[in-house]
């Protein structure tokens, strides 16, 4: 059944267009602001801004050890955020292809690091990095991707979705090995739509926040598209750029990049847990 707006839990309020949200060992959220705040908080708490990176922050990630990893547009750098706020830089691409706008980044269970580089947003230019537990990035693909922005790996670990934005699409690459990727394929095409971010459900079910319109789309492992939720006045969703299952629930939060707000829905079927490895 499809929720509506009357659905919908407040969470959080009182962020800085929020673009992305994730879970940390810690079972709290975390987030980024457009001003380079990061943000930790817990269901009915007022975030609280532990660090500052400047920039702007898209997706962040974190670690087993409470690390966050934000892929700053602003300063075209993945930053390691500690626990206490202490910001360094993780990623600026490699040498000779430097990042330009880090979008989002994803673990593995092994400690690699994946992260969009969405490049324009009308041409085709995108990339896709991987960082090693090591931390020497490499450049992992691309060139000619319409904006990859969300990422995820499904339940088993065997492949890598990337929204590409502009497509718009999901597509995937099998991972073959420690940090390697082979030929993607198209997993679902989107018309109509600007997906942005995603999350997986326990059942393989795949969760996909849409900067417009304003609706959270599933699809199923037979690649059936559904509303999850949709707000066609966009004064609730506004702009639901990312989603992430609250640990211990079957509560989907989405991220509210048109305002200040984290909400919830109850999807019915909990998260896929997410890889916490300790990189390094």
């Known amino acids: 059944m499809q929720a509506t707006i009357h659905d919908v839990q407040p969470v959080a309020t009182g962020l800085d267009h929020a673009e992305c949200l994730s879970f940390g060992p810690d079972g709290a959220c975390y987030a980024g602001g457009e001003d380079g705040q990061v943000y930790r908080f817990r269901r009915g708490e007022a975030p609280a801004v532990y660090a500052r990176t400047g920039g702007g922050i898209g997706g962040v990630c974190l670690d087993g050890d409470g690390n966050l990893y ?9 930053h390691r955020v500690s626990s206490a706020g202490e910001v360094s830089v993780y990623s600026a691409g ?11 980044a994803v673990f593995d269970a ?4 994946y992260y969009s580089d969405s490049g324009s947003y009308y041409r085709p230019t995108g990339r896709l990095f991987v960082v090693r537990p090591s931390g020497e990035t490499e450049f992992l693909f691309g060139g000619h991707l319409h904006y990859p922005n969300g990422l995820a790996i499904d339940p088993d670990g065997s492949w890598l979705y990337v929204v590409q934005s502009i497509a718009p699409n999901i597509i995937r690459f099998p ?8 030929e993607p394929e198209i997993y679902a095409k989107l018309p109509g739509v600007v997906p942005d971010g995603l999350a997986f459900a326990g059942s393989g079910n795949l969760y996909v926040a849409c900067y417009t319109p304003d609706v959270i789309l599933r699809v199923q492992p037979n690649r059936g598209v559904g509303v999850v ?3 066609p006045g966009a004064d609730v969703l506004n702009r639901p750029t990312n ?16 305002g200040h707000t984290v909400g919830a829905i109850d999807v019915g079927e909990s998260g896929a847990p997410l ?6």
């Open 70 to 78: 934000d892929c700053n547009y602003g300063r075209a750098a993945v």
């Open 94 to 104: 490699t040498r000779k292809q430097p990042a330009i706008e880090p979008n989002y």
């Open 110 to 113: 092994d400690g690699f690091l």
């Open 175 to 182: 991972i073959v090995g420690p940090g390697r990727i082979g």
């Open 229 to 231: 939720i949709e707000d």
């Open 243 to 258: 989603v992430a299952f609250e640990p211990g629930t079957t509560n989907l939060w989405f991220s509210n990049f048109g």
């Open 275 to 280: 890889h916490l490895p300790r990189p390094g």
